[in-house]
């Protein structure tokens, strides 16, 4: 299976070999390819290939900090996507004590690709400094520096370390979340929702407050708190449940809550299905979720919360069907055993069954 350490094969650095050599007589090809593949290469993993890179094009550049952060901006709309975090890298690796020239370069270079990686080192050697650049970029034109004052200072960004001054106290991000909250770039709505799930789930009160306090405002801030606090709806916090108005309701029940086989193998599917009952008069709000207790490693088992639908209902009986995957991918490891599902109408648990996961192929 292809994962993204795969985009830094020997095609893709021949194509950069040849392309920076385009742009400069100060690039020596041959340390570059020594450096890149000294011990190791294949066994490293996608964000060490891009330090690998990094530390290759500093070897192999034989410039100045100044005019070779100057190259890399001169080459950056040339190098688009991901496979060029290596540039904003680059900046994190050798301009640490070159603060405002790295801040200008990556001001530039996350237009085309990311500097939320690039920029972390730098907020935690000043936090202060940082916080008054973030202010700035989140009034910026272009909306990639926009996302990048979100972005880079989310406290719990994957793949990344925590921040953890800010998980701690996230006031000061907070303050400038505030200007980004009716932000026309629906790329940096969900960076400033995603930064909002990420103090969720160390200050869960304080963002219901929030989302509470902003609701209503604009319908891209209604955008944004609704996927801001998607991990409290999963843990069906009572205020934002309430505020979304998914309310206990007693004229709504399910019924008949089954799996369509007592077992399923590794890498296949399962099919949930129940029916759902609305006694009332009138459509009814509701939030559908289901809760798998997966089988862990230790034989013990962990809870993970999936939406199956969120939306109006109209009076009467509506049969509910859904696919479950046991595919295997690259985030989730599956066991076999026995497991349970549980299903919640409104943070209502409504019915339960349980299953058995087997090994791929297994009998």
Sequence with gaps: METFKDLYNDTFLQQFSDKIQLYTAHFEPLTFYQHIHNAGWEELAFKQRIRRISEALTAALSLPYDQAVSLLIEMAPDCTGIEYLFFPDYVELNGLEQVDLSMQALEQLTRYSSAEFAVRPFILQDPERMLEQMNRWADHENEH???????GFRPRLPWSFQLKMFINDPEPTL????????DPSLYVRKSVANHLNDIAKDHPDRIAAIAREWHGQHPHTDWIIRHGCRTLLKQDHPEVM???GYLPNEQVRAADFAVSVPEVAIGDDIELSFTLFNEAVSAQNLRIDYEV???KANGRH???RFRWVSREFAPGQHLMRKKHSFKLITTRVYYPGIHHIRLYVNGEKQGDVSFILKAPGGS
């Design 302 to 304: 962990a809870a993970k």
């Design 145 to 151: 520096v926009r996302r990048l004052a979100s972005e």
């Design 242 to 244: 309430d505020l979304f």
């Design 175 to 182: 303050r400038v979340l505030d200007k980004l909250k009716q």
């Design 293 to 295: 207790d997966l089988m």
